[in-house]
């Protein structure tokens, strides 16, 4: 099957500007130094250019090469700053690379960001059948889905409405729901779909998968390993801009994996918290004293501190963690309203820390993530910066299980097993049951 997408040496680059040490420049600063530079120019005039300290040059992807075949879904993953979001916006003509080519067969939608291709002042009738018309759909086509993309939206109150007015959540509804309704052959998506609620999360992966299996390509950009394994049957690992691995699904999340378990320490320091009033600053795993620990022994428990902040007083807000395996299947989370219901209520502006208590021998010896969410209803943001800790098998009571073959499961609790003296076994080779006291 040939490629519809072909990037080859893709390289993009960026200058950073950095501020002087005074606090201004009169214009009197501008002219000296400007005719300085021009002085200097003609009494040096094959002199190597000056380096500018003000300027410094950053490469937010760096010889980039790779093919995606028609119909395959292609999960994009890697830390914050990777170059995913640069790499999608120039797979979707937004920005140009600073070298490299890339060649693109067929219609491509995209969604990277609240609001893209939509018009503030026009309705979301209207910006329905801008996007179609911008996608090169006819009136005709457009009206043929309008009723679907309506309802798989869920807007029809707002329909009429100027999408300035709209909530995130519903900007980015309406925005999907016309991406991947106006058929496009390639269809892009960036973490976005992490400002909706967990069920319109959930409504656009099936889409995206239906997308698939009529043979449309998909790229998605998401932290959360578990709709990438979901979803997308390759992946490609991006790290500082480069490709550290392309190839099938679990191979892919195993190395980007294994390289973020080499990078924690018990602790992470968020670099930011969304578009929402809740902030993430920081958390850790720490032991019962509070040292900030990654390593701990199955008989600690193990105590989970985040640091937020709340910039206005809420109401309906909650703050959530989630434990999640190396695989990053969610195993168990909690908000912190229910243990202080009062917090739900009202939560004022300040500094908080969270803290929760994962009891000794509740786990069984690995590795696992902690992932922080918040919710300001109906909106759930989840933070893509996830942190580490591990369980050794020190101190555990299934130490020894190993070399029977048993043992096995996510969950390493202490259960009462209770047996009949009397039970009876069926399983003879001759049919016959005999009474096994136990």
């Not at 801008?130 to 005709?140: R, Y």
């Not at 902030?279 to 501190?305: L, M, Q, Y």
Request: hydrophobic fraction near 40%; proline fraction near 4%; aromatic fraction near 8%.
């Amino acid at each position: 099957m040939s490629s519809v997408i072909s990037v080859e040496n893709l390289s993009k680059k960026y200058i950073i500007g950095h501020q002087k040490q005074e606090s201004y420049t009169a214009l009197r600063d501008v002219l000296t130094n400007g005719a300085k530079r021009i002085a200097h120019k003609l009494t040096h005039p094959f002199a190597a250019p000056v380096d500018d300290p003000t300027h410094e040059e950053f490469w937010a992807l760096k010889d980039v090469s790779f093919d995606i075949k028609q119909g395959d879904r292609v999960g994009i993953i890697g830390r914050n700053g990777a170059g995913k979001s640069t790499l999608l916006k120039i797979l979707s003509r937004i920005t140009e690379p600073t070298s490299g080519k890339v060649s693109i067969k067929g219609r491509v939608a995209s969604l990277l960001e609240v609001g893209t291709g939509f018009h503030p002042e026009l309705t979301g009738r209207e910006n329905i059948f801008l996007n179609g018309a911008i996608l090169g759909m006819s009136k005709v086509e457009i009206k043929k889905k309008f009723d679907e993309i309506v309802a798989f939206a869920e807007v029809e109150k707002f329909l009429d409405t100027p999408v300035k007015r709209y909530s995130s959540g519903m900007y980015v509804r309406l925005a999907f729901a016309v991406a991947a309704h106006l058929e496009p052959e390639i269809l892009i998506v960036d973490e976005v779909l992490a400002v909706g609620d967990a069920q319109f999360q959930q409504k656009c992966l099936g889409k995206m998968e239906d997308s698939g299996k009529e043979g449309r390509t998909v790229l998605f950009v998401s932290h959360n390993m578990a709709a990438i394994s979901r979803l997308c049957s390759r992946c490609v690992y991006l790290d500082r801009g480069k490709v550290v691995n392309i190839g099938d699904t679990p191979a892919v999340m195993e190395s980007y994996i294994t390289a973020g378990f080499a990078r924690q320490s018990g602790e992470v320091i968020f670099s930011g918290g969304g578009d929402m009033d809740i902030r993430f600053i920081s958390a850790r795993t720490t032991s019962g004293e509070g040292v900030p620990k990654f390593s701990f022994r199955s008989d600690e428990d193990i105590h989970v501190n985040v640091t937020y902040e709340v910039k206005r007083q809420l109401s309906g807000a909650t703050l959530v963690i989630n434990i999640l395996t190396g695989e990053q299947a969610s195993l168990w989370g909690m908000a912190d309203w229910e243990a202080y219901p009062e917090l739900f209520e009202k939560r004022e502006p300040g500094i908080w820390t969270c803290e929760w208590v994962i009891p000794a021998n509740t786990l069984k010896p690995a590795r696992y993530f902690v992932a922080c969410g918040a919710a300001c209803l109906p909106n759930y943001f989840h933070h893509p910066d996830p942190f580490a800790f591990e369980i050794t098998s020190e101190g555990t009571h299934r130490l020894g299980y190993k070399q029977f073959g048993v043992g096995g499961g996510a969950i390493a609790l202490k259960m009462a097993v209770k047996t009949n003296a009397s039970s009876r076994r069926l399983s003879n080779l001759n049919g016959e049951a005999s009474n096994v006291r136990q």
